[in-house]
């Protein structure tokens, strides 16, 4: 554990958007699977590219129409 607190930012951000790649690739449900993919391929067109602003990543989170927050209930 020691090691990881040692990375530097980014890869840190390749660590956890890795390990959440592995997690959706569990879901089931076609219309949650969907916006995960979304929204996964915008962070890492963020960590690679720098395109996108917080609101843009945080709106997959909390749209109140398909927010990944709100998808399942």
Same mark, same amino acid.
């Given at each position: 554990?020691?090691? $990881? $607190?040692?990375?530097? &930012? *980014?890869?840190?951000?390749? $660590?956890? +958007?890795?390990? %959440?790649?592995?997690?959706? &690739?569990?879901?089931?449900? !076609?219309?949650? +699977?969907?916006?995960?993919?979304? %929204?996964?391929? !915008?962070?890492? *067109?963020?960590?690679? &590219?720098? !395109?996108? !602003? #917080? *609101?843009?990543?945080?709106?997959? +989170? &909390? @749209? *109140?129409? @398909? #927010?990944?927050?709100? +998808? #399942?209930?």
């Amino acid at each position: 554990m020691n090691n $990881f $607190f040692r990375l530097d &930012d *980014e890869k840190k951000t390749v $660590f956890f +958007l890795s390990a %959440a790649q592995r997690a959706i &690739d569990q879901i089931s449900d !076609n219309t949650i +699977l969907s916006v995960c993919k979304c %929204a996964m391929i !915008n962070c890492w *067109e963020q960590l690679i &590219d720098h !395109n996108y !602003n #917080g *609101e843009v990543l945080y709106d997959f +989170l &909390d @749209n *109140e129409e @398909n #927010g990944i927050t709100l +998808l #399942g209930e």
